[in-house]
């Protein structure tokens, strides 16, 4: 399929799992592709092992100055950003009678501040040439919540409740907004989860497995494409049946 031929994609957290995957999507369906990680060299490297003339650059996605920097870099080479997929985030997991404000302030930032940070940057393209796809990332936890985790859950929840106010705002320019909430899915964020954990978390899940990163990958091109130009503010979950 050809369905983002001589498109612009930016995806941010590109650089590995779900990011990288839809980096790799986008590009073999005919984008220029431009994905961003906080690692500049890391961001370069993948950007060539994807070839077919991604790039890849650093990005701090809590600072707004750095984001504003390579949406204005992106416009200057290639005119415009067609597509943005905002997947950075990070997770950590602790009590909330025991979190570190720290803790607290950085998942909030990176997961939900970030990506007010380039929907705010991307929108005045997308406003002028009245067209514009987002998809932002967040996750079947945003929906159903899970101890140990309130920070992570709250972005989430945050980044969903964020995405169906800005989709009214922008409609009336044809640009849709919309959200991919993954499930558990095999990753390497997703490695380090003990073996009977994994196993319970398995039993929840209807389909019986995680998801592979590809899996959502399709999801975020689906929503991305012309075929879902009449989609906008919806909640896409591809999480196995896990929220049903």
Not at 15 to 27: D, K, V, Y
Not at 34 to 43: N, Q
Not at 106 to 131: D, E, P
Not at 190 to 202: E, G, K, N, Q, V
Request: charged share 20%; aromatic share 6%.
């Amino acid at each position: 399929m050809t369905r983002f031929e001589n498109k612009v994609v930016l995806v941010t957290g590109g650089t590995r799992g779900i990011g990288r995957s839809c980096a790799e999507r986008f590009a073999r369906e005919g984008a220029h592709v431009v994905l961003c990680g906080r690692d500049g060299g890391t961001a370069a490297r993948v950007a060539e092992e994807i070839g077919r003339g991604a790039a890849g650059f650093a990005c701090d996605v809590t600072d707004a100055a750095s984001v504003g920097a390579l949406v204005a870099s992106v416009e200057a080479e290639h005119g415009a950003i067609d597509v943005l997929v905002n997947n950075a985030g990070i997770e950590k997991s602790g009590l909330l009678v025991r979190m570190k404000d720290s803790d607290w302030e950085a998942v909030l930032r990176t997961n939900l501040t970030g990506t007010f940070h380039f929907c705010r940057a991307a929108a005045r393209c997308m406003l002028r040439k009245r067209s514009g796809r987002i998809v932002n990332i967040s996750s079947v936890l945003g929906l159903r919540g899970e101890g140990g985790q309130t920070h992570y859950c709250a972005s989430k929840a945050a980044v969903i409740g964020f995405s169906k106010a800005y989709a009214k705002e922008v409609a009336s320019r044809n640009i849709t907004v919309n959200v991919v909430a993954p499930g558990y899915t095999v990753t390497d964020m997703t490695a380090s989860i003990p073996d009977a954990a994994r196993a319970d978390l398995l039993k929840a899940i209807p389909l019986g497995r995680g998801a592979q990163a590809g899996e959502i990958a399709s999801a975020v091109a689906f929503l991305a494409s012309d075929e879902a130009s009449y989609i906008t503010g919806a909640v896409l979950c591809v999480d196995g049946g896990f929220a049903m």
